[in-house]
């Protein structure tokens, strides 16, 4: 991985003290990025942001909550990394909601509703708001990390599988939008990883087999430098 794939850029990072998030966070930093730091949880943000400053660039940290946090306050985000850091050229979502495996018909329904915002309305409330900013940049790249549709569109996965499906959608209509614009959009979809979100979901030989999250740090790198062109509208499997 290029040492440099990053320098000079700018990258907002949501789900940042998550099992992907902190890995890519770390692995940006040591490309040169200045990192944003997003997540609800913030002594956990705190340790990732020793372990960013002790790799790269010293990272800002923006402490939010996706569940509540409304269009307005996204677009406050936007405004406050605009005027700190004068430019944003990319956005990594990792944030990620998963309750459990629950038969449709007895999940709770505000589980039901906080699973699709979290996994997809906030995502894109949060690009919506940026989508100015990162518009001014040479080369923009918003990158959503997701789950495999296929996967997660069997039975129990509720509505973080539903919104899975829409996250791919997503990038899709955004790529098609955006496509004569400087701004590329691409997914990012990891194998099987090591998670506090996958020992949820299976027993733990399973979760055993899984791969350490850091082995996808360096996709993460690669869709927001220039060599994301490659990926431009895509959602990008590495282990495909």
């Not at 990053?6 to 770390?26: C, D, E, F, K, Y």
């Not at 509540?68 to 605009?82: F, H, K, L, T, V």
């Not at 509720?158 to 590329?184: F, I, K, N, P």
């Not at 790198?221 to 060599?227: G, P, W």
Request: net charge negative; proline share 7%; with cysteine.
């Amino acid at each position: 991985m290029d040492s440099d794939a990053l320098a000079g850029r700018v990258v907002l990072l949501t789900g940042a003290h998550g099992g992907l998030g902190s890995q890519a966070a770390i692995a940006c930093a040591r490309a040169g990025a200045q990192l944003i730091l997003s997540g609800r949880k913030v002594p956990r943000l705190n340790r990732v942001y020793d372990a960013v400053a002790a790799a790269g660039p010293e990272p800002m940290l923006y402490p939010l909550d996706l569940e509540g946090a409304s269009p307005d306050d996204y677009a406050q985000m936007a405004e406050r990394i605009g005027a700190k850091l004068g430019r944003l050229d990319g956005v990594l979502h990792c944030a990620a909601e998963f309750a459990g495996l629950t038969p449709l018909l007895h999940t709770d329904p505000a589980a039901f509703a906080r699973a699709i915002h979290v996994n997809l309305t906030a995502p894109w409330w949060l690009s919506q708001a940026c989508l100015p900013l990162l518009s001014q940049a040479p080369d923009a790249a918003l990158v959503f990390a997701m789950d495999d549709p296929a996967r997660v569109g069997k039975a129990f996965w509720g509505g973080y599988g539903v919104a899975q499906h829409g996250l791919a959608g997503l990038v899709g209509m955004l790529h098609a939008e955006l496509a004569s614009t400087t701004v590329r959009v691409s997914g990012l979809q990891p194998g099987p990883m090591r998670t506090a979100l996958r020992a949820k979901a299976y027993v733990e030989e399973d979760v055993q087999r899984a791969t350490d999250p850091e082995r996808y740090a360096p996709a993460c790198v690669t869709l927001l430098s220039s060599a994301g062109v490659a990926h431009r509208g895509q959602v990008w499997a590495p282990d495909a």
